[in-house]
């Protein structure tokens, strides 16, 4: 079972930083699947998967990643931009690669890379103007 803090860890780590609230109900999910996950998976390679599944479950948030980390007294950050499809691909990948038995795929998102196909169909006529010009 996933707890608060190894998710809000993780999720940081990736970063995506969430309000607790969103962490709280995110867990609640993930923890769903956890009769299936201990069914096929070790203690180590379920909680893999659940950390896998809440990063897919939290990647909307952003499109950033914690690129370097300074301390010391000089506290500084920088992140990178990836792209959102890039970053998808890859939680998806790890969640896939990792759950062969399909524990979370009911919990997986839709795609939000995919592009909607739409088929339209209009019926009309032509005007067609009487008179002299």
């Known amino acids: 079972m996933v707890t608060i803090d190894q ?3 993780y999720l940081e780590g990736q970063g995506i930083t969430l309000p607790d609230f969103v962490v709280t109900a995110l867990v609640e999910q993930a923890n769903t699947i956890e009769d299936c ?3 096929h998976y070790t203690p180590a390679t379920a909680l893999l998967i659940q950390l896998y599944l809440l990063g897919l479950m939290g990647l909307g948030q952003g499109d950033k990643y914690i690129s370097s ?3 010391a007294s000089g506290a500084s950050r920088s992140f990178r931009y990836q792209s959102f499809a890039d970053r998808w691909r890859g939680a998806m990948s790890l969640l896939r690669g990792l759950d062969k038995n399909g524990c979370a795929t009911g919990l997986i998102p ?3 890379t995919r592009a909607s196909a739409g088929f339209w169909v209009a019926t009309g ?3 067609q103007g009487g008179g002299n010009v």
């Open 7 to 9: 998710a809000t860890q």
């Open 37 to 39: 996950l201990s069914a």
């Open 69 to 71: 980390q300074s301390a």
């Open 110 to 112: 839709p795609d939000p």
């Open 125 to 127: 006529g032509c005007m």
